[in-house]
T-cell receptor
Framework: AQTVTQSQPEMSVQEAETVTLSCTYD???????LFWYKQPPSRQMILVIR??????QNATENRFSVNFQKAAKSFSLKISDSQLGDTAMYFC??????????????FGTGTLLAVQP | ETGVTQSPTHLIKTRGQQVTLRCSSQ?????VSWYQQALGQGPQFIFQ???????GRGNFPPRFSGLQFPNYSSELNVNALELDDSALYLC????????????FGQGTRLTVV
């Protein structure tokens, strides 16, 4: 069975600074995806960034980037130039492949990020 | 906005009652998944429906059941409600069952008293 662990329940960062959220996972699978989702107070889960396990290059989306260490089973999220709108709960998630199977997401317990003005 | 809508947004039920939650998937999406998010926890997978059939189930008892309709909208039914069923229930839709990106609705907050 796969598990996802987020060891930082809460974090705080000053506006415009950089923050890194940690995530580790456990799996015996070789083909999978990893995700970071953001859940603001509106409750809607929003995809921030996605990483394919077979790709060595770390994914980047504007101010968001990941550090994917497959051997260490580590998947951290770096937010640069933090903005007040980044305040939210952040979830790390795992999805096993191959395609045409159930695209079930396994989530961690989340990290509450507060961006301070 | 993802185009995935859930109703109702909030609901209060009494222990032992039955509840039905509804989800309209994004246009063109034939796969719907349901998740339960207890307070302070990450979402947990309940089950997925693909083209009106159950296509995978998490570790939830049979009193959690679902339906998917020809227009790909979906219902989650929970019988014999327990206090621990109090949670945010999230619906997510995808273009196809193997797609990696899921689009979530805003959830239904269920409180069982």
């Amino acid at each position: 069975a796969q598990t996802v662990t987020q060891s930082q329940p809460e974090m705080s960062v000053q506006e415009a600074e950089t923050v890194t959220l940690s995530c580790t996972y456990d799996t015996s699978e070789n083909n999978y995806y990893l995700f970071w989702y953001k859940q603001p107070p509106s409750r809607q889960m929003i995809l921030v960034i996605r990483q394919e396990a077979y790709k060595q290059q770390n994914a980047t989306e504007n101010r968001f980037s990941v550090n994917f260490q497959k051997a260490a089973k580590s998947f951290s999220l770096k937010i640069s130039d933090s903005q007040l709108g980044d305040t939210a709960m952040y979830f790390c998630a795992f999805m096993k492949l191959p395609a045409f199977a159930t695209n079930k997401l396994i989530f961690g317990t989340g990290t509450l990020l507060a961006v301070q003005p | 906005e993802t185009g995935v809508t859930q109703s109702p947004t909030h609901l209060i039920k009494t222990r032992g009652q039955q509840v039905t939650l509804r989800c309209s998937s994004q246009s063109g999406h034939n796969t719907v998944s349901w998740y339960q998010q207890a307070l302070g926890q990450g979402p947990q997978f309940i089950f997925q429906y693909y083209r009106e059939e159950e296509n995978g189930r998490g570790n939830f008892p049979p009193r959690f059941s679902g339906l998917q309709f020809p227009n790909y909208s979906s219902e989650l039914n929970v019988n014999a409600l327990e206090l621990d069923d109090s949670a945010l229930y999230l619906c997510a839709s995808s273009t196809y069952r193997g797609q990696t990106e899921a689009f979530f609705g805003q959830g239904t907050r269920l409180t069982v008293v």
